[in-house]
C-alpha cells in the first residue's frame, strides 16, 4: 500500500505562484508513475503533470511554461511548483501513483490523495 498527502494549497491572486508538494509513504518501490491531477467545481478530473520513473515528464497544454513537476525521491515527495497562475487554474488538486507508465493516465493511477484547494482570484 502506498499512502499520498498532498500539501500547499490556498488562495492566490491571478498572476501569483504556489508550490504543492505531496508526502509519499508505504511500498514505494513499485510505483512508475506520478502525477498531479485537479478537478474544478462541475468539471470532470484532468490531468495536469506527470512524472515516470525515467524522469519524463509532460503537462497538459494550458500549464505548459508555467507549472513544473519535480521529484524528491531522497524525501519521496513529489512537488509541483505553479507559477502565473490564472483563475482557470482554480480547483482541487490531487497527487496520484501507479505502477504503470504514465501512458496509462489517470486509470493508471492506483493511488490518490485527499487533494488540496487551490483558488485563484482575478
Known amino acids: 500500500q502506498v499512502q499520498l498527502a498532498e500539501s500547499g494549497g490556498g488562495s492566490v491572486q491571478a498572476g501569483g505562484s504556489l508550490r504543492l508538494s505531496c508526502a509519499v509513504s508505504?511500498?514505494?518501490?513499485?510505483?512508475?508513475?506520478m502525477g498531479w491531477f485537479r478537478q474544478a467545481p462541475g468539471k470532470e478530473r484532468e490531468g495536469v503533470a506527470t512524472?515516470?520513473?525515467?524522469?519524463?515528464?509532460r503537462y497538459r497544454d494550458s500549464v505548459k511554461g508555467r507549472f513544473t513537476i519535480s521529484k524528491d525521491n531522497a524525501k519521496n515527495t513529489l512537488h509541483l511548483q505553479m507559477n502565473s497562475l490564472k483563475p482557470e487554474d482554480t480547483a482541487m488538486y490531487f497527487c496520484?501513483?501507479?505502477?504503470?507508465?504514465?501512458?496509462?493516465?489517470?486509470?493508471?493511477?492506483?493511488?490518490w490523495g485527499k487533494g488540496t484547494l487551490v483558488i485563484i482570484s482575478s
Open positions: 508505504g511500498s514505494t518501490a513499485s510505483l512508475n508513475c
Open positions: 512524472i515516470d520513473s525515467d524522469g519524463s515528464m
Open positions: 496520484a501513483a501507479g505502477g504503470w507508465s504514465c501512458n496509462a493516465g489517470q486509470q493508471g493511477m492506483d493511488y
